[in-house]
């Protein structure tokens, strides 16, 4: 590359090891890593949300390779070539060269070309039933590592495939001609991939022969079948549960609906305390709404976030005007035709535009013949997210196993890792490990993430400022580290991402 291209930046010895340094070049953000004598350049921002890199950590993972992890969403790059590690990014960073001389770094202008993958098996096929973030992450994952064969997505939305974390963050936030939850990938990346797309739904699934029957009737088979089909919402078996005006929010159509027809000092009633309910809640509080939560625990999350964190999160709810009743349930949705406010088992009735039900989802996976479920109907899998021989189950549909204990796991980032562990075990790559999951709610502009599997704790140790949403929880089970909490310590939770043994034995 001519040394025109190339540009001045810094000292060497102005780079501290092992941080990140930002630079503009050309009106481009760009990121320098120095990692001992060396020195890496990489693209500014996140290819998921465009994310500021800079504001990411740099660390060796339990491989000792050298890692970046995204302030935001926890997606990681190797630092020599910018190639993803581990989702919730599609893509990796684009890298440039770097030339130390003379004490100087000079960085090209240019981004290096990614090398293309050698192809692989190009006479076997793909079909991943469900287009939701296992189904397309295992697609991407499949033609990145060099997969030639023929590879399906069957959806059964009308939609291609959507980042469904957004439907209780945002899209509830836009009017109604904007109430779309953003695209996973452009369009076009489907036809440049050669992957197909085949819409409907799936009624049953042989895996004995591999063979997958729409509601059409068209069959369909290949060499290789991932079951990504998610989850669906558990409905209200009350009175009044089916009336129109009752909704959950699981699809972008779901999203719509709501959108559409709400309107400035509405009352409503939300359901259940859990994740999608707070959020809900948050973003009809901001348009003007008022909302009223009908919850079973008295503390919003304290199963998974302990008495202090679940108490901050209904406090920062009441401090917004959501009123909390958790000492009375639901017995009834009233209305003729449509739902017009719930009872209560106290007599009370409460008056709604509309009423959201957030009391869970269970696997979509009862078109599934012959394989091994949980006791919710999850199907159980090993580590290569196999089912059975050629058949994997990730994300929402699957149980993994986990201290000796079949385990969903019912999170973006972590259906995701599942879909990629799954592509590679197609392509003979097995024996990848599972990173611990992650996920995060947003309410009322306060982030709060999650790192761990759910498991039980009985002490949880404070750090920070928990009431200013400024603090990191550490969870302990007699002694040990199960999992941690924490809002406003990026650093902390994308070190602990990279390698959770290591932080927990910090702790210990």
């Given at each position: 590359?001519?040394?025109?291209?190339?540009?001045?930046?810094?000292?060497?010895?102005?780079?501290?090891?092992?941080?990140?340094?930002?630079?503009?070049?050309?009106?481009?953000?760009?990121?320098?890593?120095?990692?001992?004598?060396?020195?890496?350049?990489?693209?500014?921002?996140?290819?998921?949300?465009?994310?500021?890199?800079?504001?990411?950590?740099?660390?060796?993972?339990?491989?000792?390779?050298?890692?970046?992890?995204?302030?935001?969403?926890?997606?990681?790059?190797?630092?020599?070539?910018?190639?993803?590690?581990?989702?919730?990014?599609?893509?990796?960073?684009?890298?440039?060269?770097?030339?130390?001389?003379?004490?100087?770094?000079?960085?090209?202008?240019?981004?290096?070309?990614?090398?293309?993958?050698?192809?692989?098996?190009?006479?076997?096929?793909?079909?991943i039933l469900g287009g939701g973030a296992a189904g397309v992450t295992a697609a991407t994952t499949l033609?990145?590592?060099?997969?030639?064969?023929?590879?399906?997505?069957?959806?059964?939305?009308?939609?291609?495939?959507?980042?469904?974390?957004?439907?209780?963050?945002?899209?509830?936030?836009?009017?109604?001609?904007?109430?779309?939850?953003?695209?996973?990938?452009?369009?076009?990346?489907?036809?440049?991939?050669?992957?197909?797309?085949?819409?409907?739904?799936?009624?049953?699934?042989?895996?004995?022969?591999?063979?997958?029957?729409?509601?059409?009737?068209?069959?369909?088979?290949?060499?290789?079948?991932?079951?990504?089909?998610?989850?669906?919402?558990?409905?209200?078996?009350?009175?009044?549960?089916?009336?129109?005006?009752?909704?959950?929010?699981?699809?972008?159509?779901?999203?719509?609906?709501?959108?559409?027809?709400?309107?400035?000092?509405?009352?409503?009633?939300?359901?259940?305390?859990?994740?999608?309910?707070?959020?809900?809640?948050?973003?009809?509080?901001?348009?003007?709404?008022?909302?009223?939560?009908?919850?079973?625990?008295?503390?919003?999350?304290?199963?998974?976030?302990?008495?202090?964190?679940?108490?901050?999160?209904?406090?920062?709810?009441?401090?917004?005007?959501?009123?909390?009743?958790?000492?009375?349930?639901?017995?009834?949705?009233?209305?003729?035709?449509?739902?017009?406010?719930?009872?209560?088992?106290?007599?009370?009735?409460?008056?709604?535009?509309?009423?959201?039900?957030?009391?869970?989802?269970?696997?979509?996976?009862?078109?599934?013949?012959?394989?091994?479920?949980?006791?919710?109907?999850?199907?159980?899998?090993?580590?290569?997210?196999?089912?059975?021989?050629?058949?994997?189950?990730?994300?929402?549909?699957?149980?993994?196993?986990?201290?000796?204990?079949?385990?969903?796991?019912?999170?973006?980032?972590?259906?995701?890792?599942?879909?990629?562990?799954?592509?590679?075990?197609?392509?003979?790559?097995?024996?990848?490990?599972?990173?611990?999951?992650?996920?995060?709610?947003?309410?009322?502009?306060?982030?709060?993430?999650?790192?761990?599997?759910?498991?039980?704790?009985?002490?949880?140790?404070?750090?920070?400022?928990?009431?200013?949403?400024?603090?990191?929880?550490?969870?302990?089970?007699?002694?040990?580290?199960?999992?941690?909490?924490?809002?406003?310590?990026?650093?902390?939770?994308?070190?602990?991402?990279?390698?959770?043994?290591?932080?927990?034995?910090?702790?210990?």
């Open positions: 590359m001519p040394e025109s291209d190339f540009r001045d930046l810094v000292a060497f010895d102005e780079l501290e090891d092992g941080k990140i340094t930002t630079f503009s070049v050309k009106d481009k953000s760009i990121i320098l890593i120095r990692d001992g004598e060396n020195v890496y350049a990489l693209d500014g921002k996140c290819p998921h949300k465009h994310a500021p890199m800079g504001q990411g950590v740099f660390c060796k993972n339990d491989r000792e390779h050298g890692v970046v992890v995204c302030p935001w969403h926890k997606a990681v790059f190797r630092v020599q070539d910018g190639g993803l590690e581990e989702p919730v990014a599609l893509e990796g960073l684009a890298s440039y060269s770097v030339d130390v001389r003379d004490g100087r770094v000079f960085v090209s202008d240019h981004a290096q070309e990614k090398p293309s993958p050698q192809p692989k098996q190009e006479n076997e096929s793909v079909l033609r990145e590592e060099g997969f030639a064969g023929k590879i399906t997505l069957v959806l059964d939305e009308k939609y291609p495939p959507y980042d469904r974390t957004a439907l209780s963050k945002t899209v509830l936030l836009s009017t109604s001609d904007k109430a779309h939850a953003p695209k996973l990938l452009p369009q076009a990346f489907y036809t440049q991939h050669n992957i197909e797309i085949e819409y409907g739904t799936v009624v049953s699934f042989d895996p004995e022969n591999k063979c997958v029957v729409l509601e059409d009737a068209k069959e369909l088979t290949a060499d290789h079948i991932i079951i990504a089909t998610g989850s669906k919402p558990k409905t209200l078996d009350i009175p009044g549960g089916d009336l129109k005006g009752v909704f959950s929010l699981h699809r972008e159509v779901d999203a719509e609906t709501i959108v559409a027809g709400l309107a400035p000092a509405q009352a409503v009633t939300i359901i259940g305390s859990g994740f999608i309910g707070l959020e809900v809640a948050s973003c009809l509080r901001q348009r003007g709404l008022g909302v009223t939560i009908i919850s079973d625990v008295e503390i919003p999350m304290e199963k998974q976030f302990g008495r202090e964190v679940g108490m901050q999160l209904r406090q920062m709810q009441e401090e917004n005007s959501v009123a909390f009743i958790s000492d009375a349930r639901v017995v009834k949705i009233y209305g003729e035709k449509s739902a017009e406010g719930v009872e209560l088992d106290d007599g009370m009735r409460l008056p709604s535009a509309f009423v959201l039900a957030s009391v869970g989802v269970k696997p979509s996976t009862e078109y599934v013949q012959g394989l091994e479920r949980d006791a919710d109907g999850a199907i159980i899998v090993d580590g290569a997210m196999r089912a059975a021989p050629n058949v994997y189950a990730v994300g929402d549909a699957s149980a993994v196993w986990h201290a000796g204990e079949a385990r969903r796991v019912e999170h973006w980032r972590h259906a995701q890792v599942q879909g990629r562990i799954a592509a590679f075990a197609i392509m003979g790559r097995e024996g990848v490990s599972m990173p611990t999951p992650w996920f995060w709610t947003q309410q009322f502009g306060k982030k709060l993430e999650y790192l761990g599997w759910g498991e039980s704790f009985n002490a949880v140790n404070l750090e920070g400022d928990i009431r200013a949403f400024n603090f990191l929880a550490t969870y302990m089970n007699d002694g040990k580290v199960v999992g941690i909490a924490a809002s406003g310590y990026p650093q902390a939770m994308a070190k602990a991402a990279i390698d959770f043994q290591c932080f927990a034995d910090d702790q210990a």
